[in-house]
């Protein structure tokens, strides 16, 4: 996502937005699209478990620690792998980039 948007960082680099802020805002925006995605699949999970949890009788199929627990590594993992493209987009040079579209 960082590197489609290199042009963005770019622009707002040549504007005189500091590194930190851009990294700040495409973090936000992408932290909510995992925000979305997760909602959707929990909305997902809850409904295929009601079919799923007639077969499965050990395990509770609404467990709330496993939703939870799951949760917070998909969060995570999609913060740790936006960070390395975002913090290389926000050290780049405007002009090269300019210079190369």
């Known amino acids: 996502m960082a590197a489609r948007r290199s042009l963005d960082v770019a622009h707002g680099l040549a504007l005189g937005a500091s590194p930190a802020t851009i990294v700040s805002e495409v973090s936000k925006w992408t932290m909510a699209v995992v925000a979305v995605g997760l909602t959707l699949g929990i909305a997902s999970a809850v409904a295929v478990a009601r079919g799923v949890g007639t077969l499965v009788e050990v395990i509770s199929p609404y467990d709330p620690v496993t939703f939870l627990t799951v949760s917070l ?17 926000s050290r780049v040079n405007p002009m090269e980039l300019w210079r190369d579209t």
Not at 73 to 89: D, K, Q, T, Y
């Open 73 to 89: 590594a998909v969060m995570v993992i999609s913060g740790l792998a936006c960070l390395w493209p975002l913090r290389r987009a």
